[in-house]
């Protein structure tokens, strides 16, 4: 079974440019979340999707942030305009319903703003 | 607010030898409870879940503890091996009821970051 497909791997921008990632989920599966997870923290729930419906986005900052889900599958994670702050892992994952099903991660994309 | 405590935030020890970390927290109301393990460069993996009524669970030379009452778990590591450098996430999940239906909210740790020397 193939796993969270996230891309690109690493990517370096200045500051107030815009950057996106892409998450392709596993098969199937009905929830997405994005993390952001800074050197040395857990990772932080960005944004949740059910299908391509939106279950959760409370500590997504909505005045930089935007993510979407079309067709409840691919998903894709925009900054615009990206800060020094925003320099982190992002990870994508899914699972089959949310509640107790487990959420497989992808490897992540790693952000550097310079 | 709900939070999720880890401790110690680093462990070193030798190939071999038995560890255990712990994790405390203040979330409500509670799901269940997982531990993960993050390598470097890579996504959190799955080791454990457990739920309200479960106390103990364990997968291979891993074996988690719960404590619904005291909020506390543990993951106790046996044995170690050099594979088992990684950090350990405690994630605790709280359930939710969104207009569009149910779900849950999971809150991350940050983690134990364990080195395990030959």
Request: some cysteine; aromatic content about 10%; charged content about 15%.
């Amino acid at each position: 079974e193939a796993g969270v497909a996230q891309s690109p791997r690493y990517k370096i921008i200045e500051k107030r440019q815009s950057v996106a990632f892409w998450c392709n989920p596993i098969s199937g599966h009905a929830t997405l979340y994005w993390y952001q997870q800074i050197l040395g923290q857990g990772p932080k729930l960005l944004i949740q999707f059910q299908n391509n419906g939106v279950v959760d986005d409370s500590q997504l900052p909505k005045d930089r942030f935007s993510a979407e889900r079309l067709k409840g599958v691919d998903s894709t994670l925009k900054i615009q305009p990206a800060k020094l702050e925003d320099s982190a892992v992002y990870l994508c994952a899914s699972s089959l319903m949310g509640g107790n099903t487990e959420a497989f991660f992808g490897q992540g994309t790693r952000l550097t703003v310079v | 607010k709900n939070q999720v405590e880890q401790s110690p935030q680093s462990l070193i020890i030798l190939e071999g030898k038995n560890c255990t970390l712990q994790c405390n927290y203040t979330v409500s109301p509670f799901s269940n409870l997982r531990w993960y393990k993050q390598d470097t460069g890579r996504g959190p993996v799955s080791l454990t879940i457990m739920t309200f009524s479960e106390n103990t669970k364990s997968n291979g030379r891993y074996t988690a503890t719960l404590d619904a009452d005291t909020k506390q778990s543990s993951l106790h590591i046996t044995a170690s091996q050099l594979s088992d450098s990684a950090s350990y996430i405690c994630v605790v999940s709280a359930t939710h009821r969104y207009p569009s239906g149910g779900s849950y909210i999971p809150t991350f740790g940050r983690g134990t970051s364990l080195i395990v020397h030959p």
